[in-house]
């Protein structure tokens, strides 16, 4: 993200009083530091393989995509309740739908806090897993088996949010609100994990006794 750009959507927070103009004052000089101030070295903030022209357009960038993300998730599982056949998993999933559905609403208030714009849509794979989720005619075990598939192991899955978060320095904010966020998502991945295992199981049991 250029300091134009990022000097554009200050003025534009300010503007809209989603910013105070002490915030924007401050924003103001930590641009002008560049990334002197607000960057992880001389080179900018590097996050994700990607180097960032300061911590703050790093967290915004983030933001964006993540808030996006959990809100189709949201929208996902919900989904899933909704035609969820199996009476022991139905409720965790509305859970899950609902943990989904806060760290979108948590992300975006984070995003408009720093002068970012809701730019990031649901993606192409992202419709296809609400809509598979959604659909009644698969059944539960199945979901449940594409999830850890698809998601890998839970421990895994969330270091990147972990590395992330402590890669922070100055947006201390988002760093707490991450580091509670990845212990909502390992647990959400742990219980599905095991959902999986053990529903799946007699199904293994039997096919592997009738063999
Ligand atoms: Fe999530």
Redesign the pocket.
């Known amino acids: 993200m250029s300091r134009d750009f990022e000097f554009k959507q200050l003025l534009r927070a300010l503007r809209s009083g989603i910013i105070s103009e002490a915030t924007f004052e401050s924003e103001m000089k930590c641009l002008e530091g560049g990334t002197m101030t607000n960057g992880n070295g001389a080179g900018g903030f590097t996050a994700f393989g990607k180097t960032y022209g300061s911590e703050r357009a790093a967290v915004i960038s983030f933001l964006d995509k993540v808030r996006a ?2 809100a189709n ?1 949201g929208e996902a599982f919900a989904a899933w309740a909704q035609v969820c056949t199996t009476d022991c998993i139905r409720s965790g999933i509305r859970m899950v739908a609902e ?2 559905a806060y ?1 979108a609403r948590i992300f975006g208030q984070r995003l408009m806090e720093l002068g970012g714009e809701q730019r990031a849509g649901a993606t192409d794979e992202g419709r296809k897993f609400c809509a598979y989720l959604g659909n009644a005619a698969i059944p539960d075990t199945e979901k449940l088996l594409k999830f850890t598939q698809l998601v890998g192991k839970p421990e895994d899955a969330i270091k990147p949010i972990c590395e992330f978060a402590a890669s922070l320095k100055e947006d201390v904010s988002t760093k707490e609100a991450l580091r509670l966020f990845a212990e ?2 390992l647990s ?1 991945a742990k219980w599905l994990w095991e959902s999986c295992a053990a529903l799946n199981a007699p199904k293994k049991e039997a096919a592997s006794a009738s063999m």
């Open positions: 993300g959990e998730g943990r989904e760290h909502d998502e959400t």
